[in-house]
C-alpha cells in the first residue's frame, strides 16, 4: 500500500526511518525528505557498494561546510562522490547512484552530473534529462539546483535547447525549462541577466502560456513574477499580449500569478 507520511518528524515510525537511512525505500513527503540523516545513508550506501574507502574524505568536507542544511550536504555529498570517482577512476558507480531505490541517493547523482567540467552544456543536460522526469518531486527540484549555475554561465544556449524541450510530452520536462532559469529562482544564486533582460527567456515562455499542467503553469508564473520585481513593465505587456493572443483559462491562470506582485502595489 502507497504511505502518505506523517506531517512532524517525530511521529515517523521509528522502522520507517530505519529503513530510509538505509536507502531501502523513498521518502514520500517532505517532511521524511527532511528526517533522513543523510550521513548515515551515505555510510550505508557506501558499505552496501562497497566503496566505504570514499566515506572519511566524504565526511571531511561535510564537516568542512559552514551551514549544515539539508541541500548543502546533498551537495556536498553529490559532489564529493564525483571527486572520489574521479580519483578512483570509478566508472560504474554514477549508474548505481542514478537507479538507486533512494530518491536522496538519486538526487547526489545529479550533482556527479552537473559539476561534471568534462561535460559541455549539451551533454550536462542530456545527463540530466532523466532527473528531471524522476517521479519523486525531491529529485526534480535538486536536479535543476545541481546545473542551474552552467546554466546560467551559458545562457542563449542554455535558452536555446531548453526551448526544445517545452513540446515534451512529460509535464516535468516541460517544467524544468522553467524553473531552471527562473531569474530569482528559490534557494540558489539569481541569474542577473534574466532579472534585468528577461525577455531572453521569452523563447521558452512563449511555448507554455497556455500549458495544460498547472505544474507548469505555476512554474510559468512564478519565472514572471520573478521577473516582474525588476523589469514590471515587461511582464505586464507580455502579459497583455498573452492575453489578447491566446484568451483562454489556462493563460487566465498564469498572467493571474504572474503580476501578484505587481498588483500587490
Known amino acids: 500500500m502507497k504511505r502518505k507520511g506523517e506531517r512532524s518528524t517525530k511521529d515517523i515510525p521509528r522502522d520507517i526511518l530505519e529503513q530510509l537511512n538505509r536507502g531501502e525505500m523513498e521518502t514520500v513527503n517532505l517532511v521524511e525528505w527532511l528526517a533522513v540523516d543523510q550521513k548515515l545513508l551515505l555510510e550505508n550506501l557506501l558499505a552496501q557498494n562497497g566503496r566505504s574507502a570514499y ?102 544556449e542554455s535558452i536555446n535547447l531548453l526551448s526544445g524541450w517545452t513540446s515534451d510530452q512529460d509535464e516535468n520536462i516541460r517544467r524544468f525549462t522553467t524553473e531552471a532559469t527562473r531569474p530569482r529562482g528559490v534557494w540558489c544564486e539569481h541569474i542577473e541577466m534574466l532579472k534585468q533582460h528577461p525577455e531572453l527567456g521569452l523563447p521558452i515562455l512563449d511555448r507554455l502560456k497556455s500549458d495544460k499542467a498547472k505544474y507548469v503553469r505555476d512554474s510559468v508564473g512564478n519565472w514572471l513574477n520573478d521577473a516582474s520585481k525588476t523589469q514590471p513593465a515587461f511582464v505586464q505587456q507580455l502579459c497583455k499580449r498573452w492575453e489578447e493572443e491566446n484568451d483562454t483559462k489556462e493563460t487566465k491562470y498564469i498572467i493571474k500569478k504572474a503580476l501578484r506582485t505587481i498588483n500587490k502595489q
Not at 574521479?86 to 560504474?92: K, R
Request: hydrophobic letters at 40%; charged letters at 25%; aromatic letters at 6%.
Open 55 to 156: 566515506l572519511n574524505p566524504l565526511r571531511i568536507k561535510i564537516d568542512q561546510l559552514k551551514k549544515q542544511t539539508v541541500n548543502t550536504v546533498n551537495e556536498a555529498i553529490g559532489i564529493g562522490l564525483f571527486e572520489q570517482m574521479m580519483q578512483n577512476n570509478d566508472n560504474e558507480f554514477l549508474a548505481v547512484l542514478s537507479g538507486h531505490r533512494a530518491d536522496l541517493v538519486r538526487c547526489w547523482a545529479t550533482y556527479t552530473i552537473g559539476k561534471n567540467k568534462n561535460l559541455n552544456l549539451s551533454e550536462t543536460l542530456k545527463q540530466i534529462r532523466p532527473f528531471a522526469a524522476d517521479k519523486h518531486f525531491g529529485v526534480r527540484e535538486i536536479c535543476w539546483l545541481a546545473v542551474r549555475a552552467k546554466i546560467a554561465k551559458n545562457l542563449d
